[in-house]
């Protein structure tokens, strides 16, 4: 059996903390190492770490909050597994999480995998169910859109991270995430299990909802993203036009009429057939 490398990031949340370890300790593959990335808590990570006296669990704290890139490098160059497994601190895996991603990475070849995942409130109502959106080579599908849904949904093989030195980016206020998917997605095929592996818990501090709900935030990380992968994106023209369309609204929606028409008229240069970019452009007079 192969190792696996399970990495949780926690800043805070111990009560959380204590249902996601206990999905990974249950798993019906148990051929795994488990880093617990303390990223500076105020709480006492430690204490609950340490209750569940297993050893297979590795506790490693950051003296100070460096945020959950940080983290998750962290606990990358320490992992000796084969694979990697992300785990949030605030999600569930369903037991047969691991043995059914590996089965069918190890199926079809795949560098990488994610799975479908369930949205619930925190009465553990089941809000709305997530599913995968693309196998094989997903790159393009990544140009559009972060395909994976949660990190807590991912696996791949550490070789990828280090042949490649390909971390998580730290300078990514939001997004870090879907610049590691993008970067994976470069380097590897992905390999899917359709079906729910993972409850993914809605509160108030859900970073991602907090990027959807907020303009500016979601501006950012396209443009960041622009900027770090601009030669992929020129390789694929009509994806990058339609990237700018989407960059043109957000910067409209924030006030940047000028900025809107400069992204609008960009996009109709990368294709110039696109009927939403002229639509863009009409509607920043």
């Known amino acids: 059996m192969s190792l696996v490398s399970i990495i949780t990031p926690v ?80 999600d569930v895996w369903y037991p047969e999480k691991l043995e059914q991603q590996l089965v069918e990475m190890k199926r079809t070849g795949a560098g990488a995998s994610y799975c479908g995942m369930d949205v619930i409130d925190p009465n553990g109502n089941v809000l709305r169910k997530r599913r995968c959106r693309g196998v094989g080579n997903v790159f393009a599908a990544c ?14 093989q550490r070789e990828l991270v280090s042949k490649t030195e390909m971390l998580f980016d730290p300078t990514f206020n939001f997004g870090t995430d879907y610049d590691f998917v993008f970067m994976l997605a470069k380097e590897t095929t992905f390999a899917c299990v359709k079906g729910p ?56 929606q924030t006030g940047d009429i000028r900025g809107a028409r400069k992204a609008f008229m960009f996009a109709l240069v990368l294709f110039p057939f696109s009927l939403g970019a002229v639509r863009g452009i009409l509607r920043t007079f």
């Open 11 to 90: 800043y805070n949340r111990s009560a959380l903390l204590k249902k996601a370890i206990e999905s990974a300790l249950t798993q019906t593959y148990s051929q795994f190492e488990y880093i617990i990335v303390d990223d500076g808590s105020d709480e006492d990570i430690q204490s609950v770490v340490e209750s569940y006296n297993d050893p297979r669990i590795t506790y490693i704290r950051h003296e100070t909050n460096q945020m959950i890139a940080a983290a998750f490098n962290t606990g990358i160059k320490h992992a000796k597994g084969e694979y990697v497994a992300l785990l949030e601190s605030d």
């Open 197 to 252: 592996l993972v409850t993914y818990l809605e509160h108030d501090n859900n970073a991602s909802d907090e990027l959807d709900r907020n303009h500016a935030l979601r501006l950012g990380v396209h443009e960041q993203l622009v900027k770090k992968h601009r030669k992929s994106f020129f390789r694929h023209p009509i994806l990058f036009s339609r990237r700018m369309i989407t960059i043109g609204y957000l910067r409209k």
């Open 143 to 156: 140009m559009k859109k972060n395909i994976v849904n949660s990190m807590s949904t991912l696996v791949f």
